[in-house]
């Protein structure tokens, strides 16, 4: 016996057995084992920096050259782990879209279908937001904010570029004239 590293061990009954470095009972690991672990680990690093919909982690995961096959098993494993919900995704980015951006209904829905999310969980996700929130509300506080940087410019002017601004943040035409009309 030549010990831990020199190559030789003595077996139970005096024979001497040949180490490998592998445990006796476990298989190689294959070209797919190790292809799938790359990409699980893959997407846990996406995730983990910041939550993500079905479709970005799967553009991501094919962007990095995984085959389709191994991309399924990875979506189903991490969907199944809780790491992959595009509801909750969607609540979250529309959420955080609104308190942070002040975007309206037609921008956030936007975004979100361009993010895979279905036109159901799109709906519902909005539908929850501003029930919470009322849209005006954050029409409002956008406009009263963008009104402290037009004050140099004539009144129909600061109107036109108001209204383009609130354009342009995703509210409706509806919200538009009614927050112009409460800034004459």
Do not use: C
């Amino acid at each position: 016996m030549t010990g831990r590293h020199g190559g030789t061990e003595r077996s139970f009954g005096g024979r001497e057995k040949q180490e490998t470095g592998k445990k006796e009972g476990h298989h190689p690991e294959t070209d797919h084992d190790k292809l799938l672990k790359r990409a699980r680990n893959t997407a846990y690093r996406y995730l983990t920096i910041r939550p993500r919909s079905r479709k970005e982690l799967a553009g991501k995961l094919l962007d990095k050259g995984f085959p389709a096959s191994i991309i399924d098993a990875v979506l189903e494993h991490v969907t199944r782990l809780g790491y992959l919900d595009d509801a909750a995704f969607a609540a979250q980015w529309a959420a955080s879209r609104v308190r942070g951006r002040g975007f309206g209904r037609r921008r956030i829905e936007q975004e979100l279908r361009l993010k895979g999310i279905s036109n159901a969980t799109i709906k519902e996700t909005l539908l929850t937001l501003f029930n919470e929130a009322p849209e005006v509300e954050t029409a409002r506080k956008e406009a009263d904010k963008k009104l402290k940087t037009l004050t140099r410019f004539e009144p129909e002017v600061r109107r036109r570029r108001l209204a383009g601004f609130l354009e342009r943040k995703g509210f409706s035409s509806e919200i538009i004239r009614t927050i112009l009309r409460s800034n004459r």
